[in-house]
């Protein structure tokens, strides 16, 4: 089964994170909600306030196939700083697992040097944070094992990219089908 580690920090976009999982759990990986910020109760950026399944510092990323970051502020800045964060994004990209950031959180790959010469997008207007890589204006980009998204709007072909990249392409559409999404 895909194992899947989606990070949570106070001030992350709740409706990135929480579609994401969702679909992720519906396509039937294993997914947990690590929280950032010390404690399993954590604030999104519009104030609604979830339960994450752990925190960073009890979770064993070795085991995980997929790390998906959310974006939101200041949650993106939190995860830019942590160093448990920098530590997971290395340890999954160094090993060709999956390492997925929508919104402003590509800018942590790329200020982390994770998008040279990759295929990448971000939240309108912060592109200059996507250092290194080949910049361009699409919902979802898949280069290598870097899987990029720019915002709410772009959350469930985020997710199915994901499904694809991990279950096949089959098994994406399968989904899309089944929440009644069409691209």
Known sequence: MTRVALLFATGTEE???LNVADILRRAGMDLS???ISGDKKVTGSHDITIIADEIIEDHDFSADDVLVIPGGMPGTRYMQEHELVKKAI???YDSDRF???ICAAPTILGKGGYLKDKDACV???LE????GAKVNFKP???DGNVITSRGLGTAIPFALEIISAVQGSEKASEMAEKIVFKA
Do not use: F, H, W
């Open 15 to 17: 409706c990135e994170a």
């Open 33 to 35: 909600i690590v929280s």
């Open 90 to 92: 290395k340890e999954l």
């Open 99 to 101: 390492v997925c950031a």
């Open 123 to 125: 939240y309108p207007g």
């Open 128 to 131: 200059d944070g996507l250092v």
């Open 140 to 142: 979802v980009n898949r």
